[in-house]
């Protein structure tokens, strides 16, 4: 049986660690509150830095690599597959400032998402699994932005970000 863990990650390079480190909080621990809002602030609350862990049959596809000094950014061409006008065809992931994954896309292929991260390094995965838990994990960042009233400023992605957030809510509703 196939098993696909999401998980988003709060969090930033700690400039003053002696070797590369990346300090983060997955989303679900209150620590995490706290980096978001230090994070927002120190950027005019434009950006919150942070990754998207992504786990398919116990191989690591998305980690602390693909950090990303923009999580909205991210999630937005994440959950763009829900877009209507999304056709199945190449549409990248940005991992803002992160120059190591900047081709990194996602396309349908038959019955899977391809995800190509690089030249080097693509996977499958079952579409309906990812549909599922991409939008729960989603839903779950929704939450944490609203629910802890993350203060995001006017000219960051946020608004939009939030609209596709009501417009998945409403549709599950209206699903059930």
Known sequence: ???????????EEDITAPAYKIESYPINNPLAVEKAQKILEENE?????????????????????????????TWSDLIYIFNKYYD?????????????YNDTVIQEAGEFYEIQLDCHQRFLVPI????NEMKKEFFK??????????????????????ETYEELIQYKEEKN
């Not at 309906?128 to 549909?131: A, G, P, R, S």
């Not at 960042?141 to 939030?162: H, I, T």
């Open 1 to 11: 049986m196939s098993k696909l863990k999401i998980e988003t990650f709060i969090g």
């Open 45 to 73: 609350g434009d950006y919150l830095c942070g990754f998207v862990s992504l786990i398919y049959n116990d191989v690591m596809i998305f980690g602390e690599e693909q950090i990303t000094e923009s999580l909205l950014e």
């Open 88 to 100: 199945g065809r190449n549409h990248g992931i940005v991992f803002l400032d992160n120059a190591f």
């Open 128 to 131: 309906e699994l990812f549909k």
């Open 141 to 162: 960042f929704g939450e944490f932005c609203k629910n802890e009233k993350l203060q995001f400023s006017k000219e960051s992605s946020y608004r939009g970000l939030l």
